[in-house]
């Protein structure tokens, strides 16, 4: 069977991991975990691939990169071969380290950029290494919360100008809960958080110099704060299916965003991750019928739309 062809463009932003084969570990000491890191350094110079996060777990390692020349492959099989090689010299043994070719995710929005990035950075406080990023010394974590200089083959500002201080971003990525999305986190899933919504006021648009991702849309992750903001709940309740609560709150900033904000289903799909805008416009309609019957539901309601109107 052949292999899938890899999306990859110049500018293109990936979330790419790979795995021990069988689960091994493909680090055994802190002198491999250093090789490993010298070669992602070399990734920038040698294939145009700006690195915006990693972090290396025993058995399996993640990072976030943008493919400036569209030399995604021939940078990650770099990675993987020439880090097999050596291990297999020092170690004594021979064969696959890795589980195959890599895993890369595109990444075509700004929302699910800043979860990649918070996300890989949470890894070993999910699996219980640390009880938070800044304490795991093979991340670019410590170097986002300005604990340990930044390389300069490590870019953080795209991340960072999401955020209105290094504390503002360790908070959050301690909080994620990456049991949630086993492996690796899936493009507009609805458990996925959003920009996170401390001090939303303050924070600056990103700081992107150029490196915009492809296909975001300008301001929905502000709309989604303020409507979060107004409902007195997190952005990632906002974007959640399931049942009670959370659902309800999603059908209520579905509805203010239809009638205070004048977005479009289309729009309003995009906002709260709806997975179309038939999704989006069946919601209102429950939320209508729901409030029918419930008068408690229909105050909330016109309390939001009126607080808005102020």
Known sequence: MSRNDRIDYEGAWHHVMNRGRTRQAIVRNDDDRRRFVRLVALLPARFGLEVHAYCLMDNHYHALVRSCDARLSQAMAYLDGVYTQTFNRLHGTDGALFRGRFTSRLIEDEAYLVHVAAYIHANPVEAGLVTSCVDFAWSSHPSYALIRPTPSWLSVDVITGYFSSPEAFTGWADRLPVSTAQGTPQPNRAAEPVRPSDSPKEQPRPRTSGHSVTGSNAGHVDTLIDVAALLGTEPAELTSGGPGKRNVERMIAAMVLRERYGRSNRQIAEILA??????????????????????????????ALEAHRH
Not at 274 to 291: D, E, F, P
């Open 274 to 303: 709806y997975k179309s805008t038939q999704a989006a416009s069946q919601a209102i309609q429950r939320l209508h019928i729901a409030m029918e019957n419930d008068a408690g539901l229909t105050g909330r309601v016109n309390s």
